[in-house]
């Protein structure tokens, strides 16, 4: 096998986050004290030996960058304080990029301008589309469904969630080309992409591996306090998406309902998940109390910012309906999806949500090889008694 | 105030080999030499160590002679429990103003006869064996100290008046001894304060301090000399002899996160040279050692470690992460095995030697005006000239004090700061050491003025 080493690289990487590899002496330590490496999938040294020999396709090809959760470990520890966890992240930043053909979240993570710019544009193309497109408006009581049609707005919805799904999972196909694919000698029984398939359901739910990088602090649920954490952000995150796309005839409504209603308290507490995880990221990046968020992309700001200001706008055009004070709640509603359209546009395919997707089907695309390699191995080793006898 | 001034034409702080070294190079030619020594007896880290690396010579059999000829040598006046506070410039050299600490004992008619050792009810870790073993508060550093005499320890002192009784000798033993300071007038100073060592707890993840089968360098030092505290290497939680032992290199060193970035020079050879022993003294054991890169760069150095691998001494280039305890005080060693396709793998031993490195002992800045580098070693900023030279003229550096290193390289620079002391004498001052050796005179004849 042939190599090409690209020395350029490491520069390259940069551009997605505060990368120090240069630094690295391959001790190996940060694979040791890494809760989640093991020999099958040892990293992040392997990675950074990578990088630094500007491996491009090694890189691309492995799914390790996914199985890192950032318990940053790696970086306390580090003899060469090289900032091993910090570079796994940007090296997620530069898959994210590499999965996506379009070239777009390539120029989003590399660039302000064009990540600031396109939340403005798309925000400006809501804005625009209200303002020559809107219903009627009623002042005399809050009639939102006749200033924004609910079937028009969920027929806006759809062609989002197709348009978006249409770009993940064409990344995600992308993905599993390299990773999957790239080993032309591993053969692939069509029958463990079914029955590895739990994986993925089960892994988007749990997190379950997030669970391991808080095992120094305690076993119950209470005190692994970085996956309990991510698992209200992730719950509160589900079921508004479920709220807004597949309920939203039943959600955006015209009808004030008691305060025990579950379209009340589902949103309430969807939109306490939503601020409490966004809030959690934002105080954690400006105070930078843990090593997960020390360093900080502008990618990174970009998210949580956007989620603050959706469940922010969210409260207030529910006060403002609930008051009937209807001109407020057009105007907010309007700006609500402004905020809510970019976020979703920019960063689902993108950005920082994609890992939403990446990181389960990485846990899959590898059990599924893992298994393959045990099978191949095991028929090899058949094969060979069979010939001797 | 002062009452009592020494002229000497060197002063050489502290009594380790270096020192010692130095002292001997200096006397012998002629020159009048004082040693300033901090602790109760000369001898430094030397005399801790069991062999030396790379002819597996017994420590004791070089250090105790020197440790002898420095105390009978007719041109070095030893000043133990002795402390340098002030350097002032006088000529074309210096005054130091040296504190010399109470011992409680008189040096001078103490016999060394351990009577008030046995009387003494307080018993105390003794810092000599690194805690594995007991002294009391009146007694005698250790069985080879310099000068032999006894020290009383008032931290832990009952003020019981046992070895006050017990002590033959009338007055020897004095609770109302007072600090004294002297001056010594000098033309050029020696630091050869040494080193010590990093502290073994210093890597959490390493649970020295807390597993009591994490031990460092030093401390198995002592467990493999003869002059130990079992007699034997037993391991310190349940004195079980160890099956299988690891040494954990770079742990005290090349480590940003302790603040050490250098190499210690010398943890390779004597983990190495450890193993070799260990591989003696327990036949049967099991002995692995984790390293990042063995550097082996001395005179028969190389040779010397593959001798240690044709012995069947494991080496595994793996930098060890993390050490937890399990069953039995035993312990497991986390690593990723980069040799072997990057493997994770805890590997199970019951004793761990963390390899420590070296940090300097003292810090001279304040007391000699000499600069420190920016690994807090003195200074040596004409290395490929005049190596012993510091920033400050008339004031040399000799071993470890310098920068890490090893023995064989320390008895090279104290010699080398010898050398430059005597042409540092001879240019400034014009002083022939045939005068010295001509007049006879010893400094302690000669050179004791009272006020």
């Given at each position: 096998m042939t190599y090409r080493v690209d020395p350029t690289f490491v520069d390259e990487l940069k551009k997605y986050g505060h990368v120090n590899i240069e630094d690295c002496f391959n001790c190996g330590n940060c694979t040791a004290i890494c809760p989640l490496s093991t020999s099958e999938t040892p990293f992040p040294r392997k990675n950074i030996r990578q990088a630094q020999l500007g491996l491009r396709e090694n890189l691309l090809e492995s799914v390790d960058p996914w199985l890192c959760y950032y318990c940053g470990e790696c970086t306390l520890t580090c003899p060469r304080q090289a900032e091993p966890a910090e570079a796994q992240m940007a090296m997620r930043r530069w898959l994210t990029a590499q999965y996506d053909w379009t070239g777009l979240a390539r120029k989003f993570y590399t660039s302000k301008v064009w990540e600031i710019g396109a939340v403005f544009f798309l925000a400006a193309f809501i804005v625009v589309t209200f303002v020559l497109f809107h219903g009627p408006i009623v002042t005399d009581h809050v009639a939102l469904n006749t200033f924004a049609p609910v079937h028009l707005v969920e027929l806006g919805d759809y062609v989002m969630l197709v348009g978006l799904s249409f770009f993940l999972l064409s990344n995600i196909f992308r993905m599993y080309l390299f990773i999957v694919r790239s080993d032309k000698s591993l053969k692939i029984p069509f029958k463990l992409y079914i029955t590895e398939a739990w994986q993925l359901l089960y892994n988007t739910v749990t997190q379950i591996r997030y669970a391991k990088c808080d095992e120094e602090e305690g076993q119950s649920f209470w005190e692994k306090t970085r996956w309990r954490n991510h698992l209200i952000i992730v719950s509160g995150y589900g079921l508004m998406f479920t709220l807004v796309v597949v309920f939203l005839r039943w959600f955006q409504t015209d009808n004030y309902y008691p305060i025990w209603h579950p379209q009340r308290w589902l949103g309430y507490y969807a939109t306490i998940a939503l601020l409490f995880g966004a809030g959690d990221a934002i105080i954690g990046r400006i105070k930078k109390d843990n090593e997960m968020h020390k360093y900080s992309h502008p990618s990174d700001w970009m998210f949580p910012i956007l989620l603050l200001l959706t469940a922010f706008t969210g409260i207030l055009l529910h006060t403002f309906r609930y008051l009937g004070l209807p001109l407020p709640t057009y105007y907010t509603y309007v700006i609500h999806l402004a905020i809510l359209t970019p976020m979703l546009v920019l960063e689902v395919p993108f950005g920082k949500w994609a890992h939403l997707a990446y990181r389960p089907f990485a846990i899959y695309f590898e059990a599924i090889k893992e298994k393959a390699k045990v099978l191949q191995e095991s028929q090899t080793t058949a094969d060979a008694y069979a010939a001797a006898d | 105030m002062t009452n009592k001034r020494l002229h000497v034409d060197a002063l050489v702080v502290g009594g380790g080999i270096a020192g010692m070294q130095t002292s001997l190079d200096l006397g012998d030619q002629g020159y009048q030499v004082a040693l300033v020594e901090k602790t109760a007896s000369i001898g430094g880290n030397m005399v801790q160590l069991s062999k030396v690396f790379p002819t597996l010579d017994c420590a004791s059999c070089i250090t105790t002679p020197k440790m002898s000829s420095v105390h009978h040598h007719d041109n070095i006046k030893l000043l133990t429990s002795s402390e340098v506070q002030k350097v002032t410039p006088h000529g074309d050299g210096f005054i130091a103003e040296v504190l010399l600490k109470p011992t409680y004992v008189n040096n001078d008619t103490c016999?060394?006869?351990q009577k008030c050792e046995e009387a003494c009810p307080v018993d105390i870790l003794d810092e000599y064996d690194y805690g594995f073993n007991a002294r009391r508060a009146a007694y005698i550093p250790f069985p080879t100290a310099i000068p032999y005499t006894a020290v009383i320890d008032m931290d832990h002192c009952i003020f019981c008046g046992q070895c006050i009784k017990a002590c033959?000798?009338?007055?020897?033993?004095?609770?109302n001894m007072q600090p004294e300071v002297i001056e010594i007038e000098t033309s050029a100073i020696v630091i050869s304060t040494g080193f010590k060592v990093t502290p073994y707890d210093a890597k959490e993840e390493y649970g020295a301090g807390k597993f009591r089968n994490v031990i460092d360098g030093l401390m198995m030092e002592r467990l493999l000399a003869p002059t130990g505290p079992y007699g034997h290497v037993l391991r310190p939680s349940d004195g079980k002899l160890p099956d299988s032992i690891a040494y954990v290199q770079c742990a005290g060193s090349r480590d940003l996160t302790l603040g050490v970035p250098y190499c210690s020079r010398v943890c390779c050879m004597y983990a190495i040279k450890q193993a070799m022993l260990l591989a003696g003294a327990l036949p049967m054991a099991d002995i692995t050692i984790y390293y990042m890169d063995i550097r082996t760069f001395g005179k028969q150095y190389e040779q010397f470690y593959q001798n240690a691998k044709a012995m069947g001494i494991e080496f595994v280039k793996a930098k060890v992460a993390r050490i937890t305890e399990v069953e039995n005080q035993d312990l497991n060693v986390r690593v990723e095995l980069i040799d072997e396709n990057s493997q994770v793998v805890e590997r199970h031993h019951d004793l761990v030697v963390l390899s420590v490195g070296m940090l300097p002992n003292y810090d001279p800045q304040a007391v000699f005006s000499i600069d420190i580098a920016e690994d807090k070693f003195v200074e040596t900023p004409y290395y490929h000239n005049s190596p012993a030279a510091t920033t400050r003229p008339g004031i040399f550096a000799a071993g470890t004090a310098a920068g890490p290193m090893d023995i064989v390289d320390t008895i090279v620079t104290a010699g080398s700061a010898a050398a430059d002391v005597a042409a540092y004498i001879q240019s400034h001052n014009g002083h022939k050491a045939e005068t010295a050796v001509e007049t006879q005179t010893t400094v302690a004849e000669r050179s004791v003025d009272h006020d």
């Amino acid at each position: 096998m042939t190599y090409r080493v690209d020395p350029t690289f490491v520069d390259e990487l940069k551009k997605y986050g505060h990368v120090n590899i240069e630094d690295c002496f391959n001790c190996g330590n940060c694979t040791a004290i890494c809760p989640l490496s093991t020999s099958e999938t040892p990293f992040p040294r392997k990675n950074i030996r990578q990088a630094q020999l500007g491996l491009r396709e090694n890189l691309l090809e492995s799914v390790d960058p996914w199985l890192c959760y950032y318990c940053g470990e790696c970086t306390l520890t580090c003899p060469r304080q090289a900032e091993p966890a910090e570079a796994q992240m940007a090296m997620r930043r530069w898959l994210t990029a590499q999965y996506d053909w379009t070239g777009l979240a390539r120029k989003f993570y590399t660039s302000k301008v064009w990540e600031i710019g396109a939340v403005f544009f798309l925000a400006a193309f809501i804005v625009v589309t209200f303002v020559l497109f809107h219903g009627p408006i009623v002042t005399d009581h809050v009639a939102l469904n006749t200033f924004a049609p609910v079937h028009l707005v969920e027929l806006g919805d759809y062609v989002m969630l197709v348009g978006l799904s249409f770009f993940l999972l064409s990344n995600i196909f992308r993905m599993y080309l390299f990773i999957v694919r790239s080993d032309k000698s591993l053969k692939i029984p069509f029958k463990l992409y079914i029955t590895e398939a739990w994986q993925l359901l089960y892994n988007t739910v749990t997190q379950i591996r997030y669970a391991k990088c808080d095992e120094e602090e305690g076993q119950s649920f209470w005190e692994k306090t970085r996956w309990r954490n991510h698992l209200i952000i992730v719950s509160g995150y589900g079921l508004m998406f479920t709220l807004v796309v597949v309920f939203l005839r039943w959600f955006q409504t015209d009808n004030y309902y008691p305060i025990w209603h579950p379209q009340r308290w589902l949103g309430y507490y969807a939109t306490i998940a939503l601020l409490f995880g966004a809030g959690d990221a934002i105080i954690g990046r400006i105070k930078k109390d843990n090593e997960m968020h020390k360093y900080s992309h502008p990618s990174d700001w970009m998210f949580p910012i956007l989620l603050l200001l959706t469940a922010f706008t969210g409260i207030l055009l529910h006060t403002f309906r609930y008051l009937g004070l209807p001109l407020p709640t057009y105007y907010t509603y309007v700006i609500h999806l402004a905020i809510l359209t970019p976020m979703l546009v920019l960063e689902v395919p993108f950005g920082k949500w994609a890992h939403l997707a990446y990181r389960p089907f990485a846990i899959y695309f590898e059990a599924i090889k893992e298994k393959a390699k045990v099978l191949q191995e095991s028929q090899t080793t058949a094969d060979a008694y069979a010939a001797a006898d | 105030m002062t009452n009592k001034r020494l002229h000497v034409d060197a002063l050489v702080v502290g009594g380790g080999i270096a020192g010692m070294q130095t002292s001997l190079d200096l006397g012998d030619q002629g020159y009048q030499v004082a040693l300033v020594e901090k602790t109760a007896s000369i001898g430094g880290n030397m005399v801790q160590l069991s062999k030396v690396f790379p002819t597996l010579d017994c420590a004791s059999c070089i250090t105790t002679p020197k440790m002898s000829s420095v105390h009978h040598h007719d041109n070095i006046k030893l000043l133990t429990s002795s402390e340098v506070q002030k350097v002032t410039p006088h000529g074309d050299g210096f005054i130091a103003e040296v504190l010399l600490k109470p011992t409680y004992v008189n040096n001078d008619t103490c016999t060394g006869c351990q009577k008030c050792e046995e009387a003494c009810p307080v018993d105390i870790l003794d810092e000599y064996d690194y805690g594995f073993n007991a002294r009391r508060a009146a007694y005698i550093p250790f069985p080879t100290a310099i000068p032999y005499t006894a020290v009383i320890d008032m931290d832990h002192c009952i003020f019981c008046g046992q070895c006050i009784k017990a002590c033959p000798v009338p007055d020897c033993i004095d609770f109302n001894m007072q600090p004294e300071v002297i001056e010594i007038e000098t033309s050029a100073i020696v630091i050869s304060t040494g080193f010590k060592v990093t502290p073994y707890d210093a890597k959490e993840e390493y649970g020295a301090g807390k597993f009591r089968n994490v031990i460092d360098g030093l401390m198995m030092e002592r467990l493999l000399a003869p002059t130990g505290p079992y007699g034997h290497v037993l391991r310190p939680s349940d004195g079980k002899l160890p099956d299988s032992i690891a040494y954990v290199q770079c742990a005290g060193s090349r480590d940003l996160t302790l603040g050490v970035p250098y190499c210690s020079r010398v943890c390779c050879m004597y983990a190495i040279k450890q193993a070799m022993l260990l591989a003696g003294a327990l036949p049967m054991a099991d002995i692995t050692i984790y390293y990042m890169d063995i550097r082996t760069f001395g005179k028969q150095y190389e040779q010397f470690y593959q001798n240690a691998k044709a012995m069947g001494i494991e080496f595994v280039k793996a930098k060890v992460a993390r050490i937890t305890e399990v069953e039995n005080q035993d312990l497991n060693v986390r690593v990723e095995l980069i040799d072997e396709n990057s493997q994770v793998v805890e590997r199970h031993h019951d004793l761990v030697v963390l390899s420590v490195g070296m940090l300097p002992n003292y810090d001279p800045q304040a007391v000699f005006s000499i600069d420190i580098a920016e690994d807090k070693f003195v200074e040596t900023p004409y290395y490929h000239n005049s190596p012993a030279a510091t920033t400050r003229p008339g004031i040399f550096a000799a071993g470890t004090a310098a920068g890490p290193m090893d023995i064989v390289d320390t008895i090279v620079t104290a010699g080398s700061a010898a050398a430059d002391v005597a042409a540092y004498i001879q240019s400034h001052n014009g002083h022939k050491a045939e005068t010295a050796v001509e007049t006879q005179t010893t400094v302690a004849e000669r050179s004791v003025d009272h006020d």
